[in-house]
């Protein structure tokens, strides 16, 4: 099912499964400039995004999710997402950048509010491409 931020449908699902726990999204293709998924109830979440370079624009990305406990998440990355996490003990990241001389990644790719968003986690697993994503990024 295809949402973005003028289609409620995604609210309108979260909305009717108020006991829902775990949750796994994989977008396929790009549907928007636009992705919140808002749920106080999810605790394993896990975001897989496959549309890659193709794709290479600008999105919002939000998390609100206080309650997620386990959280992975799988990205080319523009932007970092904007995160809402108050019980983050786990997290998986696997990030990629776009492949041009990764001077996208210099110039535009940003994941401070990511990093921000899991700063109190106790097990954190990153991929060999999200460690390189961070150490470009930090240079």
């Not at 289609?7 to 790009?30: G, M, N, R, W």
């Amino acid at each position: 099912m295809p949402w973005n931020k003028e289609d409620q449908s995604f609210d309108v699902f979260l909305a009717a499964c108020p006991a829902l726990e775990d949750l796994t999204i994989h977008y396929k293709e790009y549907q928007g400039n636009s992705y919140v998924v808002s749920s106080k109830t999810i605790k394993k979440l896990s975001v897989t995004f496959s549309f890659g370079f193709a794709y290479a624009i600008s999105r919002i990305i939000s998390f609100d999710t206080p309650n997620v406990v386990d959280f992975y998440y799988s990205d080319y990355i523009c932007e970092s997402p904007q995160c809402r996490w108050d019980s983050l003990a786990k997290a998986t990241l696997d990030l990629y950048f776009f492949n041009d001389d990764k001077r996208y990644v210099q110039n535009g790719a940003e994941v401070t509010d990511l990093i921000t968003g899991i700063r109190n986690v106790k097990t954190l697993h990153l991929t060999s491409s999200t460690v390189e994503v961070i150490l470009v990024w930090c240079k």
